[in-house]
């Protein structure tokens, strides 16, 4: 093969190889790819940038049945040493509109309408708990 025949040969494999990552960026599967239903309707974060970042979600489910409750965890946003909480709640029943830190982390009317938790602590250890609390 002669040099410029390789020149052309590595360069359409360089260019299809480009082309190739950008696809794959674009089409990465994410929330909206779950079954489910799900709209988040609550979120708090802190501002503390430097220490652990605290994120709580409230969201509701439209299907029960088929809902991917703890794949929908594993997509939401966890900084190392941070902690993720996801509450999910039915949708058409009541849900909390603002979230916040602490021990109860939502108005304690909206706790009998919570149909799971979802946690990743800060060692990245997740857990999915679903009602009945235990």
Not at 108 to 118: G, I, M, P, S
């Amino acid at each position: 093969m002669s040099g410029k025949k390789l020149k052309y040969v590595l360069g359409a494999v360089f260019i299809g190889l480009v082309l190739w990552f950008i696809k794959d960026a674009f089409t990465q599967p994410g929330v909206q790819d779950l079954q489910g239903g799900f709209e988040e309707v609550a979120l708090y974060r802190n501002e503390n940038n430097t220490g652990p970042i605290q994120r709580i979600y409230a969201v509701t489910v439209a299907d029960t049945q088929r809902a991917q409750l703890q794949q929908y965890g594993d997509y939401m946003p966890h900084t190392k040493y941070g902690s993720t909480k996801v509450y999910f709640f039915l949708k058409g029943e009541p849900a909390p509109v603002k979230v916040f830190p602490g021990e109860q982390n939502f108005d304690a009317q909206f706790q009998k309408n919570c149909l799971a938790v979802y946690e990743k602590d800060a060692m990245g250890q997740m857990r999915l708990v679903k009602w009945p609390f235990k």
